[in-house]
């Protein structure tokens, strides 16, 4: 262990499949290495080579492992880990897919599978039981021993997306009549998998209310007979168990937290949430965001069948094509003065492209920008007016261009003009709608993201549709639209 | 202290003025309270209450503060940050924006910043003035202590983006001969704001090589006899100084870390990052994705100039405008063909915004997917034929609601199947370069989010005219194009 080439992790290790202690993939050459191990998997699958599977499996650390499975077939995951013993096997479970968790589970009988949920953290297992139907969620828990089982029973009445949802049991308390030796005592009793996300031992009254918190090391540096009271943060942060996950995330980022205990309505601490639980809601909610504005659903993650891929994506792609019929309707309206002058038909492309593009810009700053606290609601004129500015700017400069590009083109004043102006406009209305549209929802206290996509790229289309036929056939004396 | 009432904190308090400990704002109720706080401190300092000012913004937790200064005025900022002593205003500036920062810069000396700076931690300190023109960084580092000058002139050599850049000095390390009873009297040592962040100790060679790592609890409940080799995780994890900070998030999220070693290429220990910056680099790496997705700058979040972000939105439109030249020249190729049938032209805005519906869906999926570890390199394929599969069968939708649209609308046969057929083939098009571009970019070594918006919605629009138009024009024979 003092030689540096012989450390165990052992980063920039060629061969892949080297053995010894638990080995860590290489985060630099991740990509490489996961996919060596998952056509080692296959191979020795394939060849029936079980006991080598198990060796493999058991040499990977539980994240890597279940990172390695994700891309592999129900069918091939299930085989692996129905080799594996219970302990490491929790470990994997919680970053199972569903549906390779449910085959797995359809393998085992409910004995065996309350084995491996105790054997979880709590909150993981929270979200395992969870996700299963109620009555073998029933089952289950009626298998588990009564701690376990408590703890999970208590964590599912909370909303899976609040800090009750993401708080685990396993924390220490000390009451605040305690000395810091007696803290160590009581730490000292605990089992090592709980102490691995014990950060700080936290202080509490007779009643179980929240009084204080003591970090790690404080204990360490502290006189065991000096009271707990006097080594405590007694301004020590802390989360209420309704809190949303999202603003769970963050109150961790704007005071730097690596834990924080939860309580209830009367200050009686229920539970706690590690930084790591909070890495993971940052990645979901960031996906979810992304994914709203693009229109996809978050399940279609990691789905590898078309059919349910299709099947999420087409209520939006209908909605959008619903929403078009506006824009043809419009168009239609239009007809005499698009059969006048054929040539305004060439640019209707680049006037809902813009307004498609300004559309997007600006619902998609004021989306994130609420998410990570840069808009709020007080801000919301402000913004709304320096997206106004920001449209005359750009809507000026656009307008110069497609004025200067159809001139070239057309070499015809008037449509250049008309062009011009429309451009300016839409690329005005855009950004009024696309800033304006998700504000509104904030306010009305809908999610932004959810409807963005769909209401603003229908209002921006056909608006702009309106806008531009309807000043050409003003200003171009086209005669007036059809009935 | 023992009544729940009179808890430190005490997020559900009305009055967001009231006074006592430092108090943290309700995470539930944020923008409101935050909102209150700044209008009470631009009422102060409208009438110069100075000392009421630095009580109120002495009473904040920092992280609060910081949040609360955000939307106020470069001079309001400025104003309140100048009445704050060197400790407490060390924990705000590292969030503070640049701008303020360097005016309230212009009000010290170099001595001053110099003292500022010395209080934040080291990888802090080290963003601040990495931040400034080289000159005042040279300056500021000459008249810093010798101690934090080496730590931050150390850290300042590597990549803001990678884990040297994310990395902090303040870590505790004890030889492999020691026993805990010293590693503990090493902590003893320390000052309690090194110690934290401090949430375990590694153990190093002589020649300050990683060995491994022990989590405080180990040492609480450890005999102070026992050597620390017996204690430690020997396989503990840590990363490379030279690792990207997108890989280094990664990581921790796959081994559900708190904290992890930084070594260079010699395994010699150099630094350790925690939880609570990778939850800051996912913050920012999430809203560089979608702003590029979308078009638009990091940096015009919290910008208030509408002439700033104008100038930082204007490349991707007027690329955009340029691209769109390409469809207005198909359109003025097939001028014949709209002449001949000027119905065709109404169905324009449907297929091209068809086109980018499914453009947006395909490569958002694929950039999110590569940054969350879903899709990568070795799955590309077969990715690329669900998306396949999924344009098929969404294909088929689609092109049976604009067939029944267009014929409802013309009641003409030929032309609602051209548009079916066209919408076919437009989807299925748009899905193969929607995931296909992001993916060869991603081969390139390219980042797919950058380049993915303006090269995808030009590829789509100039396609999709070609493909109707030319379908249109052969099926329903309306002549050949102009030459």
Redesign the interface.
């Known amino acids: 262990?003092?030689e540096?080439n012989s450390?165990?992790?052992n980063?920039g290790a060629p061969d892949p499949l080297e053995r010894g202690?638990?080995r860590?993939l290489d985060?630099?050459n991740?990509?490489?290495e996961?996919?060596a191990l998952?056509l080692r998997f296959e191979e020795l699958l394939e060849a029936g080579a079980d006991e080598a599977v198990r060796d493999l499996a058991l040499d990977l650390?539980p994240?890597?492992l279940?990172?390695i499975l994700?891309?592999l077939s129900v069918a091939d995951t299930t085989r692996i880990l129905g080799l594996l013993p219970p302990d490491p096997l929790a470990e994997v479970l919680s970053e199972i897919d569903n549906r390779s968790l449910s085959t797995l589970f359809e393998l085992l009988d409910n004995e065996e599978i309350a084995d491996i949920i105790e054997e979880m953290p709590s909150d993981e297992a929270t979200d395992v039981i969870g996700d299963m139907d109620p009555e073998q969620a029933e089952e289950i828990l009626a298998a588990m021993e009564e701690e376990e089982r408590g703890e999970v029973a208590e964590l599912l009445r909370h909303s899976p997306e609040s800090a009750g949802g993401l708080m685990g049991k396993e924390y220490t308390t000390c009451l605040?009549t305690d000395t810091c030796g007696k803290a160590?005592a009581l730490?000292?009793s605990l089992e090592e998998d709980d102490?691995?996300e014990?950060?700080e031992v936290y202080v509490v009254?007779n009643?179980q209310?929240?009084?204080?918190s003591i970090?790690?090391?404080?204990?360490?540096?502290a006189h065991p007979e000096t009271p707990a009271?006097e080594v405590m943060d007694?301004?020590?942060?802390?989360?209420?168990v309704?809190?949303?996950q999202e603003?769970?995330?963050?109150?961790?980022?704007?005071?730097?937290?690596?834990?924080v205990p939860v309580v209830d309505h009367?200050?009686r601490l229920v539970g706690r949430i590690?930084?790591?639980d909070?890495?993971?809601v940052?990645?979901e909610e960031?996906?979810e965001?992304?994914?709203r504005?693009?229109?996809?659903s978050v399940a279609?993650?990691?789905?590898?069948?078309?059919?349910r891929?299709?099947r999420s994506?087409?209520p939006?792609?209908?909605g959008?094509?619903a929403g078009?019929?506006g824009?043809?309707?419009v168009?239609?309206h239009f007809?005499h003065s698009?059969?006048a002058k054929?040539a305004l038909?060439?640019?209707?492309?680049?006037i809902?492209?813009?307004a498609?593009?300004?559309g997007?810009?600006t619902?998609?700053?004021v989306?994130?920008?609420l998410a990570?606290?840069?808009v709020?609601?007080?801000?919301l004129g402000?913004h709304l007016l320096?997206?106004?500015?920001?449209a005359?700017?750009?809507g000026l400069?656009?307008a110069a261009?497609?004025f200067t590009?159809s001139f070239v083109?057309e070499t015809d004043l008037a449509l250049a003009l008309v062009l011009a102006l429309a451009m300016m406009l839409v690329v005005i209305f855009a950004a009024v709608v696309g800033s304006g549209i998700p504000m509104l929802l904030h306010r009305m206290g809908v999610d932004p993201a959810v409807a963005t996509g769909p209401f603003i790229?229908t209002a921006n289309?056909v608006a702009s549709?309106l806008i531009y036929l309807g000043i050409a056939t003003v200003l171009l004396s086209l005669g007036h639209p059809a009935p």
Do not use: C
């Open positions: 262990m003092t540096s450390t165990p992790a980063p202690d638990e860590v985060p630099s991740l990509e490489e996961r996919h998952q650390s994240g890597d279940s990172e994700r891309p605040e160590v730490l000292r102490l691995e014990t950060h009254d009643r209310r929240l009084v204080g970090p790690l090391f404080k204990l360490l540096i009271i007694g301004d020590s942060l802390y989360v209420e309704d809190l949303d603003e769970v995330a963050s109150f961790f980022r704007t005071h730097d937290l690596i834990s009367q200050m590690t930084a790591d909070v890495l993971d940052m990645e960031a996906t965001d992304i994914s504005l693009a229109g996809v279609e993650f990691g789905e590898q069948s078309a059919f891929v299709a994506r087409l939006w792609l209908l959008a094509l078009q019929l824009a043809v309707m168009m239609g007809e698009l059969q054929l038909a060439f640019y209707i492309p680049m809902m492209a813009m498609g593009n300004v997007i810009q619902s998609s700053v989306v994130r920008g990570t606290g840069e709020d609601f007080y801000r402000r320096r997206e106004f500015g920001t005359i700017l750009t400069v656009i261009g497609i590009i083109l790229t289309d549709m």
